[in-house]
């Protein structure tokens, strides 16, 4: 083997234009179904098997006392893809663990019903179903599928019978400034509408006011809405100017309720980067110490390529361990980053250098 | 392991780096090294040991033991090259040092294989640090050579350098040796530790493909022995980092040689965390303050100084990153902690942790079986008194302490015989910036530990030894002044004539201590006579070693005199010239009738030390540090700061001019000094005295013993609580001088019997300002 995902490559860098829109050129079918790896669907207040996160009351205090060293968390992510190598049979399994965490995605002005099916028939058969066999991982399939409101029926409906969770990025995704009440009662048309999973946007414009408390009390209005449906707080790290900013409002998410911190919309100038993350999850470990919620992440946005899907999840397991590598408690936002996953797959099983046309596309 | 069984534990699995090609060169070389003399391999003699896979246990290859023949073989190939390596001038020795850079990178992962194997430190640290710094010093040297005729006009390179690397940074201490000698146009015999010879073996081929003059760089491989013939030979310098034992005793045997001398030793260095400090990225910051290869780093951070509010949550935090911590085979690519270096090392972390008192706490990190291999560890609730807080372990091994204000931090982080590195976190920038300058050390990182560069000075104060590695500072390490001085004849006091005149009026010269003239504690004084027969011009106190005890606790008291402003010293030093200005005449007339000088050379004595005091009271506000170019987002202050305190012994042949030539670059600086005058004519001394007390210089800033140099050199020398000792003295006490100081290693500036023409800028000048100041690095990263 491998695909040598060599330590040569360039560290993971900041994808500004990469957004977490599926990428036009994808195009395929619907696959047949096949039995499909178990996917843990939401239960009512339980959170894969843990208590889901009831939130706490606002403490300022400790929003106050984040610190964030900017330099020094860049160094901690500028090494860790030297510090950390997969390969071999194990590059694989994580590979095929990182499928198993997309989000599969497509967010634009021109989805229709028709493409939502071939995102769907994707995320049922991610990868061609020889080389599963020959990895002797049948049946895998993405973690989710993420669309815009409009598009949650028509992916209930293709995915239906597959576990497949449907989440849908709502409350004036990606700005996040229509009228609060619009916003709210998106999220239960798209509850309504089947999906099980709510990717919110905060404004941004309490965390750079410093309005702690209209932060969290929109995040639990937000919370409240989505009922049942589990919620994924986007802060749109790009767009709060610091790290500092970044870990209060982790922990003004958090304290509300969220049950996901999710970086990006993917249309930020800056989506997701090791940096931020490594913020996230910093307060995200420190939120379980405090209160024993396991809370979850998700990256969005600019992770394209296989190598920086190992990397990432080498920071979950450092970080945070290895119960966060689980679709309960961590998702990539991401697109093209199962067509690059596909390509190292196919050259694990056979040895050689794939292309892109020999795997179907969404 | 099935990939689905992989799926479900998510384990790292292996990723080892080949040793393939390292393998092949050893092959290559029959696994049999000789020595590299003079461009080329000797035979691998009889004597020979083996170098060894601490990971493994397995045998590498065998290496010479170096003789003393080998060693004086290879001095002589280096003193027979450096005449023509230093006529090939600046230019020419750049283009040869940017091939050596050129070249490491070439043969970048060689290096890399062949330092973990042969030193057990994980591929990513050998392939990410030491050998990209590694490039780094060779191509930053290649400039200095190439800017040598510019900018540093008038330095001669000191000749041929004997130059000790230890086992820890094999390669890259080759480097941080090498590059500035070469570049300033000396050659070297280097010898490479025992444990750890095969980089240096392999950086010798590259020399050839440099294509290197035959014998500019010598590699002698060999066990101690063949150090300290190193350190016997005939060489201009020895360039030693290792152990502060051994370093006292390289101190010991260069003494009186004349031969200069630079140490990088040992460490205990302080890693302070605040209660405002991004905590997790201080716990990161430890990942590679102490578990950074092994914990086996000089300026490793293995002092843990936590603020008592937020210990509680660091050292949890901290325990849980531990766990996540990987030990195991050093060139497996995902490897946090690698091997220890020897069986023999392994042993002694051991037995130092066995029996400690406080609690310990060991990752259940799983420890390959065979090799050397030793757990990162944790030791809290220590107190300064135990004995793990003060002595190095160079292990993977933390102890921990806590504090509750700064200024307690920053008497703990001292609280140590060494001075080489120290950590500091805290969000709070002037926080920072107050309690860099306080802490004794040569290198500070400021959020953030074990950064280096070749552009940023690195090096220790107290035991961790003297000189800088890196920057325009290291240079000195390798240059001498051109001018080369003549011996310096005794000048002995005036013998008490046969028959003389008592002084109209009995005057009591005494000694000066802390601002008041003290009677001497031995109760017994000298008679001071005239020149040439002349009359008794008055008694001086002889003092002895309790009033050398006192000077210096006097002169540790003032030390307030450190953090007074450039510009308040300069004032300070302008009133004291003024003051001698007005009692010029008078001063005149005591030389003359001391020295028996002329009118005239007098007069110039005088003139000469009025301008002095003022030529050093320009420079307290203008010696300038440096924000060096250090490649991150960040600065690297490089700071000036007073050595402490000087124990000086002033010229005996000019009593005014020599004792302000000492004195005022010294406390222009903010030292404190305890001086020696004149011991053949000493009532200018204690004249001056009064000048100083007229011209606000405080208590304790300046005291004046007299005396006999021979008595009290070696008691200056071996005191614990004075920090350099200058010496000018017409006695033959240079040797002394050295030998003495190793105790703790003090900073010794000594004439070696050599004269100094003290009317001239001879008197004056750099050499001056930099024996008077530590350059201490101070590392800046910033962006938010």
Known sequence: MSEEITDADPGLRPHPQDGVHQDAAHRGGPRPEGAQLPQVTPQAEMHAGAPRNAGTALDLSRIRAQAANTSAIERRAATLPGRRSVKKDWQAAWLLKAISLIDLTTLSGDDTEGRVRRLCAKARQPVRADILDALGVPGLTTGAVCVYHDMVAPAVRALHGSGIPVAAVSTGFPAGLSPFHLRLAEIGESVAAGASEIDIVISRRHVLTGDWQALYDEMRAFREACGQAHVKAILATGELGTLRNVARASWVCMMAGADFIKTSTGKEGVNATLPVSLVMMRAIRDYEAATGFRVGYKPAGGISKAKDALTYLALVKDELGDAWLSPDLFRFGASSLLGDIERQLEHHVTGRYSAAHRHPQA | ?784
């Open chain 2, 1 to 784: 392991m099935t990939i689905s069984q992989i799926f479900e534990t998510m384990e790292y699995g292996p990723a080892p780096e080949s040793a393939g090609e390292a393998m092949d060169w050893l092959d290559g070389g029959a696994r049999r090294f000789g020595h590299f003399i003079g461009g080329s391999f000797t035979e691998p003699g009889k004597t020979a040991f083996d170098t060894r896979n601490p990971a493994t246990g397995e045998t590498l290859a065998r290496i010479a033991q170096g003789t003393p023949e080998d060693v004086a073989a290879a001095v002589k190939a280096a003193r027979k090259a450096q005449g023509p390596w230093a006529d090939l001038g600046g230019k020419g020795r750049a283009r040869m040092l940017y091939a050596l850079a050129r070249l490491v990178q070439k043969h970048a992962r060689m290096f890399a294989v062949l330092e973990s194997l042969d030193t057990g430190k994980p591929i990513r640290e050998s392939r990410d640090i030491d050998v990209p710094l590694v490039a780094r010093h060779f191509y930053y040297h290649a400039g200095m050579a190439q800017l040598q005729d510019s900018e540093l006009p008038g330095v001669a390179p000191l000749g041929v350098c004997g130059q000790i690397v230890p086992w820890n940074f094999p390669l890259l201490m080759l480097s941080w040796k090498i590059a500035p000698a070469l570049a300033m146009g000396n050659t070297v015999v280097l010898k490479p530790a025992e444990y750890t010879p095969l980089t240096a073996l392999y950086f010798a081929e590259i020399c050839r493909e440099a294509g290197l003059p035959k014998g500019v760089v010598n590699i002698v491989t060999g066990d101690g022995d063949t150090g300290a013939a190193l350190v016997a030979a005939e060489v201009d310098k020895i360039a030693f980092t290792g152990s502060t034992d051994v370093g006292r005793k390289i101190r010991e045997a260069t003494a009186g040689t004349g031969k200069s001398l630079t140490l990088e030793l040992g460490g205990k260095s302080p890693y302070v965390v605040f209660d405002d400090a991004d905590l997790d990225s201080a716990v990161e910051g430890l990942v590679d303050a102490i578990w950074f290869n092994g914990g086996q780093v000089c300026c490793a951070g293995s002092r843990l100084l936590v603020q008592e509010n937020v210990a509680e949550v660091f050292h949890a935090k901290l325990i849980a990153r531990m766990e996540k911590l990987r030990v195991g085979n050093p060139l497996d690519k995902a490897i946090d902690v690698g091997a220890i270096v020897d069986p023999a090392q392994l042993d002694r972390i051991t037995q130092l942790v066995s029996g400690t008192a406080g609690e310990v706490h060991r990752s259940s990190a799983a420890l390959p079986e065979g090799g050397s291999f030793y757990p990162p560890t944790l030791i809290t609730g220590l107190a300064s008194s135990d004995r793990l807080m003060q002595e190095e372990i160079f292990g993977p091994v933390l102890v921990s302490t806590t504090f509750r204000t700064p200024a307690e931090a920053v008497s703990l982080a001292n609280d140590t015989r060494y001075g080489l590195a120290a950590t500091v976190w805290t969000e709070n920038v002037n926080l920072a910036l107050d309690i860099a300058p306080k802490l004794a050390a040569g290198v500070v990182w400021v959020n953030a530990t074990n950064l280096f560069d070749a552009a940023a000075g690195f090096g220790g104060v107290r035991e961790s030894g003297f000189g800088r590695e890196g920057g325009w500072e290291g240079l000195q390490a390798y240059t001498r002044a051109r001018a080369k001085a003549p011996p310096l004849k005794p000048v002995l006091p005036t013998p008490a004539p046969a028959r003389y005149d008592a002084p109209e009026m009995d005057r009591t010269a005494k000694l000066y201590i802390g601002g008041k003239q003290a009677r001497p504690d031995g109760g017994y004084s000298r008679p001071v006579f005239g020149a040439k027969g002349g009359p008794l011009l008055g008694h001086v106190g002889q003092a002895n070693r309790k009033d050398l005890r006192n000077a210096v606790e006097a002169a540790r008291g003032a030390k307030a005199w450190a953090r007074t402003t450039g510009h308040a010293r300069a004032q300070i030093l302008y009133y004291v010239g003024e003051n001698l200005w007005a009692r010029r005449a008078e001063f005149v007339e005591r030389l003359g009738a001391l020295t028996g000088a002329k009118a005239k050379e007098t007069e110039a004595e005088v003139e000469t030390a009025i301008d002095r005091l003022f030529t050093w009271a320009a420079w307290a506000d203008k010696f300038d540090g440096a924000a060096k170019g250090v490649p991150i987002r960040g600065v690297a202050l490089a700071m000036n700061e007073p050595v402490g305190v000087i124990g000086q012994i002033a010229p005996d042949e000019a009593p005014l001019l020599g004792l302000v030539s000492v004195v005022a670059p010294a406390i222009a600086m903010g030292n404190r000094v305890v001086t020696l005058a004149s011991e053949a004519y000493p009532l200018a001394a204690t004249d001056f005295y009064q000048v100083l007390d007229t011209s606000d210089v405080p208590a304790g800033v300046v005291n004046i013993l007299t005396g006999a140099h021979g008595d009290l050199a070696g008691e200056m020398a071996g005191h614990f609580d004075i920090d350099a000792v200058w010496s000018f003295s017409s006695t033959d006490v240079s040797a002394l001088i050295e030998r003495e100081s190793a105790g703790n290693l003090k900073r010794t500036w000594v004439n070696h019997g050599r004269a100094r023409d003290w009317l001239t800028p001879a008197g004056e000048g750099s050499e001056f300002l930099t024996a008077a100041t530590e350059v201490k690095t101070i590392w800046i990263p910033y962006g938010e």
